[in-house]
């Protein structure tokens, strides 16, 4: 059974699971675990391992439209060093204060290889679920797309100071919370722009029509892809960028946008036609390889 | 740096953190990762580690006297089997439900040696810490010591039907609401009674004196023990029993004993003098030693 299908079924099990994070008496909870061997690429440093794993359970809080409440980790490695340990934590309380939410500790281990757990917890009484998307809503993305693919690149070639920038990403939580008086579905960008736009497509039974052209593709990607096959590949696909994928009606766009300090990009359109195109093309469900491209 | 050395050093740079769980904003947050190679011995049912490893974290809600609102579990394994995946699950609903709280799902992932990272939230306006103990409190304990140690040895002799059924301990939530309103000081005895007594006697700055013959010892311990040095071993050292330790006025005790469902049992007294006896001598700040005896 591979990763997709068990959480199918744990979602069908757990109703109150299978959005990006869990809502209870109002609250929202995600929980996730990222090692080494495929999160960490060598020359990623303990704070920006702190710093994203944190940020990637603040993203899903961030998908819901709720504030960021506070966040804590599991910190297991081979020998619990005195400066990583810190350098981690430092990591974990600098996106928890990015985005106002409190870092409040942990768990440490001992484990061969080195695994980090982050939980994060945030407030609504109004989530924005994957499934609201109506026909004819426009199809947006947060800020840019490809960073983290853009990264892995750098991290294989020694440019590891840039990569540790481009992998340390501030959640959405400011825009998520002003989107939720607007948006009629959301998520985050963690598993690919494709894949994302399919999960919407499939929990708000709809259809849509992405624009390739209207991508906005960081700069970083421009400047490690070898082709456009590639940069595609990097911006699409790869995933990882914890950026939010929603939509919402046109006419609201221009109050967002007015109101949150990200850029949103319109990269398509809500459909009634239950099918998934670019460009006129069937676009791939096709996703997130781990620490691959 | 050991685990406790690291521990401290944490609890020093997080001011929320440091009790059996972390607090913020009228929630209790806790997280544990556990491991097959310590925490699960051979024998262990996935449904048996999916209830304990949820447990332990509603274990720590409790010690706060928080009421158990949600919990989530990261799974990991080298393969992804259905049946055990839903073992797992199914325990850690069924731990939930008996604290009436709600399981909400997690995260999946491949990883070489099992792991299990459970968090669990509570709520309380008013958490009882370690660190409120006065000098003539009585130190009580609830439910059995013992328990989990004797399960480890019955692992060992492949009595594995009774050692799972030991492992599956029920976290002591509702307690520990009630004795929210009368304990002083509280923790969980997962490090062990003699090293809890510590932790509570370093953090409320007194003494405890102990009875050894008033330690309420589990049956099992006296089916597996070896000899007395053996059960004081099993019962007050070996640890990760998830019942309760607290200081309480003496004349509160009927009262709360009346409104709980668990047997408490006073052990000993909380002495001004910053000293750690039992029967007269110095009690050992020795404590759970991860899957030995």
Redesign the interface.
């Known amino acids: 059974?591979?990763?997709r299908t068990?959480?199918r079924?744990?979602?069908a099990?757990?109703p109150?699971?299978?959005d990006d994070a869990?809502?209870?008496?109002g609250?929202v909870?995600?929980?996730?675990?990222l090692?080494e061997a495929t999160d960490f690429p060598d020359g990623t440093t303990r704070y920006t391992a702190g710093w994203r794993a944190v940020g990637a359970s603040l993203s899903d809080v961030a998908a819901m439209g709720a504030t960021a409440?506070?966040a804590?980790?599991?910190y297991?490695a081979a020998e619990?060093?005195?400066t990583e340990?810190?350098d981690f934590?430092q990591g974990a309380r600098d996106v928890c204060e990015a985005v106002s939410a409190?870092?409040?500790?942990?768990?440490?281990?001992?484990?061969?290889?080195f695994?980090a757990?982050s939980?994060a917890?945030g407030r609504t009484d109004d989530p924005v679920l994957r499934s609201g998307a109506r026909p004819g809503d426009a199809l947006c993305v947060t800020g840019e797309l490809g960073r983290s693919a853009a990264a892995v690149r750098l991290f294989d070639a020694d440019e590891t100071e840039r990569a540790n920038d481009l992998f340390r990403f501030t959640p959405r939580v400011a825009a998520g919370v002003r989107l939720a008086e607007s948006a009629t579905a959301m998520m985050d960008s963690s598993d690919g722009l494709a894949r994302s736009v399919h999960q919407l497509a499939e929990a708000s039974e709809c259809g849509f029509e992405l624009d390739w052209d209207a991508l906005p593709v960081h700069d970083a990607v421009e400047d490690v892809a070898t082709d456009a096959a590639d940069r595609r590949d990097l911006s699409a696909y790869f995933g990882e960028d914890f950026e939010l994928v929603f939509t919402i009606p046109e006419a609201e766009l221009d109050a967002v946008r007015d109101d949150v300090d990200v850029p949103i990009t319109v990269v398509g359109r809500t459909t009634a036609e239950e099918a998934i195109v670019a460009d006129g093309n069937p676009l791939p469900d096709r996703g997130y390889t781990h620490g691959g491209d």
Do not use: F, P, S, W
Not at 22 to 25: E, F, G, K, R
Not at 29 to 33: I, L, P, R, S, Y
């Open positions: 059974m591979d990763e068990a959480l079924l744990l979602a099990d757990l109150g699971a299978g869990a809502i209870v008496d609250l909870v995600t929980t996730d675990m090692h409440t506070c804590v980790a599991v297991a619990l060093d005195e340990l810190r934590v409190e870092y409040v500790g942990g768990d440490l281990d001992t484990h061969r290889e695994t757990v939980t917890i």
